[in-house]
């Protein structure tokens, strides 16, 4: 059975940084595509960042493109989502997600497993 557990979460002021963790068990995913998203409350999950089984194929949502860096250890079967410079408006809980097969990695629909997100809030 497939799980993802999400760490790193927190409050931090703008300008600061998290990086949090998904820890993936259940599977070899080293043949998996892993994702991060995040809702805020009132709004739709939104995509934020994505890598592919090899490392590469790396996808960034404009809005975070500079400040978060995605990586992934195969030999812990772990994904990190680096963020630098928080701003307010990227408070929110912050999904991760895999798929072995994904056609798009920027669409929630394509993942079929999903950690039960950590939050991150981010103050002004």
């Known amino acids: 059975q497939v799980q993802l557990v999400e760490s790193g979460g927190g409050l931090v002021q703008a300008g600061g940084s998290l990086r949090l963790s998904c820890a993936a068990s259940?599977?070899?995913?080293?043949?998996?595509?892993f994702g991060w998203f995040r809702q805020a409350p009132g709004k739709e999950r939104e995509f934020v960042s994505s890598?592919?089984?090899?490392?590469?194929?790396?996808n960034i949502a404009d809005s975070v493109k500079g400040r978060f860096t995605i990586s992934r250890d195969n030999t812990k079967n772990t994904a990190y989502l680096q963020m630098k410079t928080l701003k307010p408006e990227d408070t929110a809980v912050y999904y991760c997600a895999v798929q072995r097969v994904v056609l798009s990695t920027t669409i929630t629909s394509e993942y079929g497993y999903w950690g039960q997100g950590t939050q991150v809030t981010v103050s002004s």
């Open positions: 890598i592919r089984s090899s490392g590469g194929n790396i």
């Open positions: 259940g599977a070899p995913f080293i043949r998996y595509a």
